[in-house]
């Protein structure tokens, strides 16, 4: 079955900086990568996701990359402002036929003034 | 749309107690899941259920069952609550196709559970 590891833990960037998280995956069949943001005492809600036929999706100041080669995926965050605060969760699975959404072990992001 | 609606909010057992967390979900979706989250573990799958009368383990299961009788709803159960069991759970929903998720999973607010 699919296992996902998630890097860094924790991260913390100044205000106005990027973010970087990287997370790698075992099963090379997986081509769906969704991204889930969880602010402090709320439910993850999706922000990204990418599917296994392109290299990069960009929404505003979000972006994520995967190399399906070396099986990893990035989530980028630039100019971070303070909202951006909060767990993100890295997902990989099989579109159109998943049934198990495994996910990374989260990271918890802060952005400092 | 209510969308997906989890009771309760808050739960305190005893060890060896039972007990049901609700879930329900207004947006026809077909796929259901239980996902459990403790501090450094991230979100961890307990069952999904991709259709009525359909279900299946997830990462960890021991220790919850489930069923799904109706589209709407996807009840977890735990026989008897151990200390372990102290988490908070989110129930999650997404369209379904062929039998199985889209891929993007609509979250209730989640149960927090404490086992004495």
């Known amino acids: 079955g699919e296992n996902v590891e998630q890097h860094p833990s924790t991260l913390s960037v100044q205000e106005g900086d990027s973010a970087v998280i990287k997370c790698t995956y075992s099963?090379?069949?997986?081509?769906?990568f969704p991204w889930y943001k969880q602010e402090l005492g709320k439910r993850p809600q999706l922000i990204i996701d990418?599917?296994?036929?392109?290299g990069e999706k960009k929404d505003q100041r979000i972006a994520v990359t995967l190399n399906k080669t070396a099986k990893h995926f990035s989530l980028h965050i630039t100019e971070t402002q303070p909202e951006d605060s909060a767990v993100y969760f890295c997902a990989a699975t099989l579109y159109s036929s998943a049934s198990k959404i495994i996910f990374g072990s989260g990271t918890r992001l802060s952005i400092r003034p | 749309n209510a969308g997906v609606t989890q009771t309760p909010k808050f739960q305190v057992l005893k060890t060896g107690q039972s007990m049901t967390l609700q879930c329900a979900q207004d947006m026809n979706h077909e796929y259901m899941s239980w996902y459990r989250q403790d501090p450094g573990m991230g979100l961890r799958l307990i069952h999904y259920?991709?259709?009525?009368?359909?279900?299946d383990q997830g990462e960890v299961p021991n220790g919850y069952n489930v069923s799904r009788s109706t589209t709407e709803d996807f009840p977890l159960r735990l026989l008897s609550a151990a200390p372990s069991q102290t988490s908070v759970y989110f129930c999650a929903s997404s369209l379904a196709r062929w039998g199985a998720s889209t891929g993007e999973l609509f979250f209730g607010e989640g149960s927090r559970l404490t086992v004495l």
């Open positions: 990418i599917r296994s036929n392109v």
């Open positions: 099963d090379s069949a997986s081509n769906y």
């Open positions: 259920s991709v259709g009525a009368g359909i279900t």
